[in-house]
């Protein structure tokens, strides 16, 4: 699938999404430069370097099992039983630590005119202990998804439709902001509108490459954009989402 699939300008001008689904890692939260460097280090602990542009090009926006029969497959490499487990537990004692929210993000769940949710290729533990030291937990209470819901994680489309079932809400009236082009895919397979975030500092580098690339208003590199993009959705006067869950 082609990031050229989703909406252009004009029609995001007028499309007013029912439901708003945010991607996780790399979107609310600017974790995934932690989550390489952390992978990184641990399987140079196993004899294996890689560096961060292998990590963006096949790992990011894929579930950690995914990334480890990757590992295990292109490298030849017998990781053991406990390395996933070692993954996780070093990348939470360093989210403690390092992680941030990426900048702006509380002023659009704080005035958005629809309901909105979390979709993650994350494990469970991980995607709340993050929300919870970012803050985040309270916006989205009982709305939070990840991979491990569904049996395909991205970029098939099963976690955005499983969404929208739970949700109650049709696919084609769905906005995913997405920061991985598996995501992307994932989204568009869905059949919903997506826009592509690449404000994280995993792209440092290479952001306005990817802004400029992508025309047609898909892809932003700031949150202080977003309602540029889609003005519709800023909520107005005493307009609120009707699940009520802006605080």
């Known amino acids: 699938m082609s990031i050229d699939a989703c909406k252009d300008p004009v029609s995001l001008d007028r499309f007013r999404p029912e439901l708003v689904i945010f991607d996780c890692d790399g979107v609310l939260i600017d974790s995934e430069i932690i989550s390489a460097t952390t992978l990184m280090r641990l399987l140079e602990e196993h004899g294996l370097h890689i560096d961060l542009a292998h990590v963006q090009r096949n790992f990011l926006g894929r ?12 490298f ?6 406990s390395f996933e487990g070692e993954y996780r537990k ?5 989210f403690e630590k390092d992680l941030f929210l990426n900048e702006g993000i509380t002023a659009i769940l704080d005035t958005l005119a629809v309901p909105y949710c979390v979709a993650t290729s994350s494990s469970p533990e991980r995607v709340q202990r993050s929300l919870k030291i970012v803050g985040l937990d309270r916006y989205f ?33 769905c906005l995913v902001i997405e920061d991985s082009m598996p995501g992307v895919e994932a989204a568009v397979a869905a059949g919903m509108t997506v826009l592509r975030y690449v404000g994280g500092s995993h792209f440092d580098g290479v952001r306005s490459e990817l802004v400029a690339g ?32 802006q605080i």
């Open 63 to 74: 579930s950690f099992p995914t990334v480890a029969a990757s590992i295990r497959t292109d």
């Open 76 to 81: 030849q490499l017998d990781l053991p039983a």
């Open 90 to 94: 070093r990348l939470l004692a360093q």
């Open 141 to 173: 209470q009982g709305h939070t998804y990840t991979a491990s819901e569904v049996e395909n994680g991205k970029p098939a489309p099963d976690l955005f439709l499983h969404v929208a079932e739970r949700e109650g809400c049709d696919p084609a009236a």
């Open 214 to 245: 992508h025309g047609h208003g898909a892809v932003f590199g700031s949150w202080n954009e977003f309602y540029d993009l889609v003005p519709a959705l800023k909520r107005r006067g005493s307009e609120r989402g009707t699940r009520g869950r």
